[in-house]
């Protein structure tokens, strides 16, 4: 799925060799500063490394049409933008990105249910918790016709038992879809439960060879 090759990016990343497959639950596992958040945004071409070389479906990821890639592959920052309007409009926004119709209210209910979230789509999204704008961001990117799904501390703002139903669900989603999700998160314990296989950065990441 991702191919990276002899990548840096400032002095943050410079990553060798690394291949990412399809189809799996993937956890960037590292300490703060080792260059997590970095590497997602490059799989999305929200950033551009200086150097080396990134592949996706065997095509070099500066040939794609950026919207185009994020289509494909979608990202949830780790603070969720929430846009003015409803939860409605929030949820329905991530459509104008895809190719999917307008999905029915009784559909957005029923994906915020699955997330553990009981609030109406005329609220203001505004409005809401730090752990509740999160899931709405989370189900605004599950509507999307994306394969790829990047997640950033997707469930930092929530307390650990709704962490684990969150998780549950984009598991079972992913499996189900025969999709590949890309999370990072601090806890061992979520990434040792949920993840196929776990990149640990401190192994991946050379940057000291930069500034040698």
């Known amino acids: 799925m991702f191919m990276l090759n002899n990548v840096v990016f400032r002095d943050i990343l410079h990553i060798d060799k690394l291949e990412i497959p399809d189809r799996k639950v993937i956890c960037l596992f ?5 260059g997590k958040s970095t590497l997602l945004k490059m799989l999305n071409g929200l950033l551009t490394h200086d150097h080396g070389e990134i592949l996706f479906q065997n095509q070099s990821i500066l040939e794609y049409n950026p919207i185009e890639l994020r289509r494909k592959v979608v990202m949830l920052g780790q603070d969720p933008i ?8 929030n949820l329905l926004i991530g459509l104008d990105f895809s190719e999917r119709e307008r999905v029915e209210d009784a559909k957005l209910l029923n994906l915020l249910k699955e997330l553990e979230l009981s609030k109406s789509l005329d609220d203001e999204a505004d409005k809401l918790s730090g752990g509740e704008k999160q899931r709405v961001a989370f189900a605004r990117i599950l509507l999307m016709d994306a394969v790829i799904y990047l ?16 998780m549950d669900f984009m598991i079972h989603r992913v499996q189900q879809d025969q999709l590949t999700a890309i999370f990072v ?7 040792e439960q949920y993840a196929d296989q776990i990149i640990y950065m401190e192994d991946i990441n050379k940057k000291e060879v930069i500034s040698s």
Not at 30 to 34: A, F, I, L, R
Not at 82 to 89: A, C, I, L, N, S
Not at 185 to 191: D, F, I, L, M, W
Request: without cysteine; hydrophobic residues 25%.
């Open 151 to 166: 997640l950033d501390e997707p469930t930092s703002a929530l307390d650990e038992g709704t962490e684990h139903k969150v």
């Open 185 to 191: 998160t601090h806890s061992k314990e979520v990434a």
């Open 82 to 89: 929430m846009f003015e309007g409803t939860v409605r409009d």
């Open 30 to 34: 590292g300490e703060s500063g080792s």
